[in-house]
């Protein structure tokens, strides 16, 4: 018993003399590393980890806030979500990274808000995320509603003045064209019809063919629907012989939309960003070429950045604090945050990020920037379950 | 009803009871982490075992049960979901759906009997398969349920995360849910209608022929097991707090199968073994999986570890345990081997009332272009033995298969007195008194003794004094020393004699004996003839005897029938039929001098 006594005396005194340990900033990440959603995921989770070790070689945030990661895979899946996210609050995170579309992040919403920890979905663009997660949940990237409403102002710019639009009620990211309808409508634009299919389709004949019978042609087709549907879509469309302009969305923001060849030749579609020189996208992507030796070929990769200096400016604001409560609200008051892609702004949002919306034109397999344009608030949709 | 001792089903019911208050007490004090990671245990524990009712029992495979837990899940969770929040996701739900909000506990019993009854309804269609074709057609189950899950946007959400659901699973509501889905798979297996099915499973021809209507019987176990699998749904959507149809598909179907097939599957220590050996693995390669670093080497993340060691175990499982960690027996069967002294009360054999010949008219049975039985008329009177000889491939066999309802005639009628009996199926003839016994014996071979015996009882003449009736035909068959061990491990001679047991355990007046002396040396057969000679003549059984040892035949039979490639070519005592030129034709070719 005296040499327990003396064992667990010198223990405590060895525990008060040690210097103050420098705090640490725990992150939980719940990400899609396998499955349908780590084609955003894995990039998300490259360009975070970049941030990460460029912070903590720095000395951490502000210099003395070092960051730790814990990652678990939820395979694009909303039950392994919701399981991997109460296991990381077990394990006592400040903030909880979540999978990249609304649908796995929403399977979260119990947890994060009964556990009070600020959420954050990795590339999730559904406005109704934040709104129906509650104040702990945030986005970090355009909304679809923003999105739309660029497109569809672009496309009218453009002298386009019919529409016609293909979605799938699968996901609410894929429900975006919703949006643009409504958008184009409101402008004077004629929606010539719409078409509904389910993700992982593979077969778009039956679609084409019913748009290729439309007499007169729809000026432009405009779609959410990402990979493997997409290419299927596209190809189906110009094989049938619509030369319509075909609009996407930021999930065809992958190396395999520039690879299509003639196919992908003229598709435009919104995206968080556009490397012009000098600007913040390309210092990130000659940093991102010289840390891994290849160049960035999709935009998510500054997306995770982007995220990591969210949450820095978040630490900095609340004075070096990693309690939750405290880092949420230093989030929701973020304003003007430099991203790798953009400017980034929480104040005065429920939660969805204002952030710069790009439009892309695939143009000999590269792309080409078509314009950053502010969309008008006045056309924004309010956002909705759809 | 229980078939088994209390010997085994106290200390099984006690020892799963003790096992989940201790785990879940001793979770509690772990913290709250553990306590997750035994909830989630219980809960797919509750799927194991519920899997394991239907297919552990029937040996039929079944891929689909997940939809009963997709079924449970959505319909509990429809009637707990926050009136508002079904309102905004929702918003075509009827109005009686929208404004209803209840408690887990009357959710989970609504969604249990909802589940209850579209099993049943798929059951009854499902029942008509057999083997490999009720296997896949349990994979077209579930993918059809996951199609209607995902195309009934309006009350499910699709495929978008059903969320918003109250989570109000606990450790405590999964352990009591486990707790009851484990006595009930418990008593089920050793339940007359468990027992019934696990016959069929080891033999479906000879459980027929004893009386056993296994198609009743899988639907019994189908839908009890649809039960438990609804149970586990609502309880996983209530801990979740959101699910997806893809929650009920192929990942979690290989996971709950993987434990069930790695444990085995048809005994319920086999469903928590491998619960508890999956759980395990897959809980350390979990944490592996996000990377670790060992003695300064770092091990970089892997995602997908965990699927690729339950793959390993399943093939470790398969090459040194192919019947699972557990094998066939329950803990409590090995450890209590012998839980009763098998006491033989005065023999309650009864002489039989039915005096009723047995006659057949033109029995005829094509195969294909084959004739094999060609327009044999016969008849067997209860008292007398009669033999049924011919070469091999004269029809003897088919025309027993025939007489016995295994076989449909292409042709020709059997009655007895008034009532016709062809068209009958087997267990429909075994219960009108004609029991039989196979050329290629055909035992319960993972089932004791006196299971395969007592079955029949219970499965013939309404299960009146099951008991007694498979005990006096055990003894008086010789084999009521063997009666706790398995039949599969018996000498060939002694499964001969459970064989016969078996069927005089049906309480028949007639009697098939098909081959009964083959493989028994002369002083077996002796002992045989004994016994057949005392059946006749102190019970009044008729017995139809089909044998190739003619020493047998003609000491036994009062009169015999001939056959030679599907004709009745002759009929007699045993001296007539010795002396019939016919006969000697057929057996020893044609006269050549």
Redesign the interface.
Known sequence: MKKFLLISTMLGAAAFSMPAAAETLRIGLATA??GGLAGYDSPVVEGFHIAVDEINAAGGIGGNVMIEL????V?S???Q???AA??LV??GVSVLILPCDA??A??????VS?AEIPAISTCASSPTLPM?GGEYMFANFPGDNVQATVSASWAYEQGHTSAYIVYS????YTTMPLYFSEVFEKLGGTMLGQDTH??GQQDFSAIATRIAALSPQPDVIMTSSYEPDFPSMLKALRAAGVTSQVIGSDGIDSPTTFSLGDVGEGVVFTTAGHATEGSPLAAFNAKYEQITGNPSETVFNAVGYDLVKVLEAAVIAAGGSTDPKELRDAIANLENVQGATSLITYKGTDGMPVREVTLIRVKDGARELVGQPSPDASLIPAPR?Q | MLTSPRQHIIPSVLAIVIAIVLASLLASALGAASERILTVFFISLIAVVGMGVYSGNSGILSFGHLSFMGIGAYTASLLTLPANLKVATLPKLPDWLATTEIGLFPASVIAIMFTVFVALLIGIALGKLEGSAATISTLGLLIIIHGVLIGWRDVTRGSQTFFGIPRETTLWSAAIGCMFALIIARLYRDSVSGLRLRAGRENAIAASAVGVRIRRERLVSWVLSAALMALSGALIAHFLGAISPKKFFFTDTFLLLAMLIVGGMSTVTGAVTGAVAITVVTEVLRRFEGGFSVGGFDMPAVFGTTQIGIGAIILFAMFRKPEGLAGLKEWEERVFSRPHAVKVTAPIEQPTKDTQPLIAKGMTMRFGGLTAVNDVSISLRPGEIMGLIGPNGSGKTTLMNMLSGVLEPSSGKFHRGEELLSGLVSHEIADRGIARTFQNIRLFPNLTVHQNVLVAALSTKGGVNAAARADAALERMGVIGHAHDDAGTLSYGDQRRVEIARALACLPSLLFLDEPAAGMNREETDSLMETLRMLTKELGIGVLLVDHDLKLINQLCDRIAVLNEGHLIAEGSPSEIRNNPAVIEAYLGPNKD
């Open positions: 590393q396998s814990i990652e678990k895979d395979r899946d909303a039950a979500t919701s399981i109460q296991e077990d394990e649908d796995p929403l399977a979260a919403i119990g947890i009964s129906i009620p699968d996901t609410q389910s993700i379950m």
